[in-house]
């Protein structure tokens, strides 16, 4: 099955690469085409950019950034704040910059689908809402409200916002049980 991943405001293959390797040992084909692949998966804000022609039949939207009265920054700190001690975090940031400054048209595009809320709508495919239980961009009640409005599946996992760059088994893993509960 083809597989493409959609990444957030500041992400790239370089935070991929884990998760990539393990798609690819589940064999799963990884392609660049988002209106192709088979499963989609996004990240963070990459969920607003999945496309409405796809012809996917599973879409997993991770750590949409969904918190109403909570400021970006105050979310961003306590991302931080988790995050420094773990040595990876200083490579990851020097790459969020990068990424940042290199793919300013990507930035502003995903920006302007956010700041009108465009998510899939997409009724041919099965869309599971993942949130991280230590997610600061994430409220649960806020989710679990947006997946029961829009009839996805809403599926706590564990770890932070970025946990899908570091600890990629437990989402390939859950893809797979998807896929297997669903042949």
Known sequence: MKVSIIYGWSEGKWHSKQLRKRLEASNFTVVNDHKSADIIIAHSGGCFLVPKATSAKYILLIGLPLWENK?????????IKLETKDWWWYKKTFYHVVYLLAKISHWLRMHRSWRRKTLPENSASSIFLLRNNDDAFVNAEESQALAKEKGWQYIDVYGQHDDIWVNPKQYTDLLESILTARL
């Open 71 to 79: 400021f970006i920054f105050k979310s961003l700190f306590e991302k």
